[in-house]
């Protein structure tokens, strides 16, 4: 699934139009995006973990010439699975639906700005 088939998937799961679905989802990104450039972890029960991992220098090679080079520091997102996705997906091996869509249904209007949720969610 690409973002576009996200969006598509959660304006239908979600009765909104594409345009709304698009601009939650990449409101969602974008958080989630300048929580992990802060360095700070993202976590989100029984789904998964992202966190960013500090590397040091290190000295690798050059896949073409062999000779070794230094590797300078850098930091990587890393994504840890979740218990109960780690389960779902084995449980379910070779089937195409691996989990039930949400129940929750999210409600947006644009003159207050405000949102709500049904008592499922």
Known sequence: MNKSELIEAFAQNQGLPTKTAASIVNA???TMIETLVRGDNIEL?????????????Y???NPKTG???LVKPKKLPFFKVGKELRKSIDAN???RFLVQPSTCH???TTQDASSSANEDC
């Open 45 to 57: 029960r029984g789904f998964g973990s992202f966190i960013v991992k500090e590397y040091d220098t």
């Open 67 to 69: 000779a070794q080079i």
């Open 28 to 30: 969602i990104l974008d």
């Open 59 to 61: 000295t690798g090679r």
């Open 93 to 95: 091996r070779g089937e």
């Open 106 to 108: 999210i409600e947006l």
